[in-house]
């Protein structure tokens, strides 16, 4: 397929597109120039790769003010990292406590989890997405052990209270997971500050990195004792020993990593650094507020969510009376050239929250490179598909069967 | 032979890359090698420095909270 520039890409909640260039060029720079195995062997080009993989270690830390750049451990994407939370720390018998909008990366390993004896408690949030932390923490058990709270909702980018959360976990010396998949670069997060003790991040949304690349940031308070990793394997440290080793990052990363990706996300991070979080937030706080505003707009569209851009990430859905997500997306994708992610987008639990189960929503999703132009357009084609709808009603109300072909 | 170099064992080469690091700020000459036979059976790469800048280095990384396998002239 050829991509041109009539398509507006309006699925950056997916993942992000297009990419910094800084971001291609170093991929291909570590590809080409230094592609030997990071921290296996110690010649110079392996160094050389190991020394990229560690600057991109220190790059996350410094945008999530975590403690320790030893305490990043890569993976393949944020699934990877819940994986390794949920399953790596929490024993049959543990308690805990997840919200009602979460995305299955987070809620179906708490599930399988739950069915080897698990407790899990499904806080509810409202029906714009809010968490209310007062039932969190009247959930609390015993033996409680996690928070296990996304950041921001994937399907109307509700912003969770972090900070309370947070202090919640504190006020009871629980640990608290953070899904930041949705967020991770397009608002500001601090591990410390917020007493965050787990991180999951995926690295090809608003961080801008390529596909296949995230990760856990382990705090100090997490017990590594406890901690079983999900892979053993090859570590390029304590080669004499056939047991895995139990220290940060190794206990983590088993096998080669994914240095070209790993070149990539540091190029992303550097570039959101460049440009200023603020400023990239600013601009889609705005864009956010011009689609929201002109959706509202629209007779027949509802929009879901917050509805206040200041209280979300760029992410919008919306539905236009009863015409069917996929449809929708399907026009919007053919006669306009607009990209978009539409049904249940892999978190069932809050649509049911919304209100938007089974059908699910359209949605739109914003990102750093998108303009106002993109959201003017956005905003035309669902008015023209509303009143093409309109027309389709009154039309099919004054055609009786036999005028059918 | 005297003994002109100190190194700096670690658990993984990220250890290694976090205090070739702190030894770059500090201004300490240092040189990334793989680890000596004789010190240990381990494969990977260990921190050369002079035996002159090892007290130095020693405190530095205790105050930067790094764990180390040890410190051996060579």
Not at chain 1, 111 to 117: F, H, L, P, S, T
Not at chain 1, 139 to 155: D, E, F, G, M, Q
Not at chain 2, 7 to 26: D, G, N, P, R
Request: glycine share 10%; net charge negative.
């Amino acid at each position: 397929m050829h991509i041109d520039e009539q398509l507006i890409y309006l699925d950056n909640a997916a993942t992000s597109w297009p990419k910094p260039i800084s971001v291609g060029a170093a991929m291909l720079r570590f590809l080409t120039e230094m592609g030997a195995n990071p921290g296996r062997s110690g010649h110079r080009m392996a160094l050389e790769a190991a020394r990229i993989v560690y600057e991109t270690r220190e790059s996350v830390a410094r945008l999530f003010n975590a403690p320790d750049p030893l305490g990043v451990i890569f993976g393949a994407n944020v699934t990877e990292a819940l994986n390794l939370a949920i399953h790596g720390y929490l024993r049959p018998g543990d308690h805990v406590i997840t919200t009602s909008m979460e995305h299955n990366s987070m809620m179906r390993p708490l599930r399988a989890m739950e069915r080897n004896g698990l407790e899990l408690t499904v806080v509810k949030c409202s029906a714009e997405g809010y968490l209310p932390p007062e039932d969190v923490a009247a959930a609390i058990r015993p033996n409680t052990v996690i928070l296990a709270v996304n950041h921001a909702s994937n399907v109307v980018g509700t912003i969770t209270p972090v900070a309370d959360i947070g202090e919640i976990a504190r006020q009871y010396g629980l640990l608290l997971l953070l899904d930041t998949a949705q967020s991770a670069g397009a608002f500001p997060i601090d591990m410390q500050a917020d007493r965050i003790d787990l991180l999951a991040f995926t690295g090809h949304k608003s961080l801008y990195g390529s596909m296949g690349t995230g990760g856990l940031i382990v705090g100090p308070r997490v017990d590594l004792e406890r901690f079983t990793p999900l892979k053993q394997g090859g570590t390029g440290s304590r080669s004499e020993l056939e047991d895995h080793p139990g220290f940060l990052p190794d206990l983590g990363e088993s096998g080669t990593p994914n240095g070209v990706g790993i070149a990539g996300l540091k190029a992303g991070i550097q570039w959101i650094l460049q440009q200023g979080l603020d400023t990239i937030r600013s601009h889609e706080t705005t864009l956010t507020q011009q689609l929201l505003d002109g959706l509202l707009g629209i007779p027949g569209v509802t929009v879901y969510g917050s509805l206040y851009a200041d209280f979300q990430t760029p992410t919008v859905s919306f539905n236009i009376d009863d015409q069917s997500p996929s449809e929708v997306g399907l026009r919007l994708d053919e006669e306009f050239g607009i990209l978009c992610r539409v049904g249940l987008h892999c978190a069932p639990a809050a649509h049911k929250t919304l209100g938007t189960f089974p059908a699910g929503t359209v949605r739109f999703s914003l990102g750093a490179m998108n303009t106002r132009e993109d959201v003017r357009a956005a905003i035309s084609a669902v008015r023209q598909l509303s009143q093409k709808n309109n027309m389709l009603h009154f039309s099919r109300k004054h055609f009786t069967a036999k005028d059918q072909p | 032979m005297s003994k002109i170099y100190s190194v700096i064992l670690v658990y993984s080469t990220s250890y290694a890359l976090k205090i070739e690091k702190i030894l770059q700020e500090a201004g300490i000459g240092h040189y990334l090698i793989p680890v000596p036979r004789h010190l240990s059976s381990d494969c990977g790469v260990c921190v050369r420095i002079s035996q002159s800048d090892r007290k130095r280095s020693e405190a530095l990384l205790q105050s930067a909270q790094v764990e180390t396998e040890g410190f051996y002239d060579i």
